[in-house]
């Protein structure tokens, strides 16, 4: 398998069947646990920023001339979109001083507030959706990645008695 494809599939996720997309989204959690614990919050949004561009390569090459701009096995755009949404997950538990997987209540929130709007594409998700490019196949997952993490800190405000 040639870089290109184990990068825009993450390492043949994207193969598994059936929900690629769903199966992209859950590999992102051990990821995002494991740069937690190695670097904090500050080495997850700089490896989202690797795989936002790393995957946005991966898809011009993997969809050149191809007939479906975005193809299923595709997942790297999943990927990206899911450790943004849980930038809220490990700033918090930087900011408190906890185990990052203490705060389960936010992972959960996340990935299914994460695979809401990687499905419904409202808005700015939809436009890029729309564009039928290799940015607009990673937009749209980084669009609803920060719907997500929006979700999640009003559902975090909201359990910590902030908006009560």
């Known amino acids: 398998m040639i870089l290109s494809r184990l990068v825009a599939t993450w390492f043949g996720v994207g193969l598994m069947r059936p929900a690629p997309g769903t199966w992209g989204s859950l590999a992102a959690l051990p990821c995002v646990w494991a740069l937690h614990l190695l670097g904090g919050f ?39 979109g899911m450790f943004l949404a849980l930038w809220p997950v490990s700033l918090g538990a930087q900011i408190a001083g906890v185990d990052v997987l203490q705060l389960w ?47 999640v800190v009003a559902a975090a405000a909201l359990a910590h008695g902030v908006l009560m």
């Open 105 to 151: 209540p936010g992972w959960i929130v996340a990935f299914l507030a994460f695979r809401l709007f990687d499905i419904w594409k409202p808005g700015p998700a939809g436009w890029a959706d729309r564009q039928h490019t290799p940015l607009g196949l990673m937009l749209d997952d980084i669009f609803a990645g920060l719907f997500a993490a929006l979700v």
């Open 42 to 80: 500050a080495l997850v949004a700089l490896a989202t920023a690797a795989i936002f561009a790393a995957g946005w390569w991966a898809a011009v090459v993997e969809t050149r001339g191809a007939a479906d701009p975005d193809p299923s096995e595709i997942v790297i755009d999943e990927v990206a």
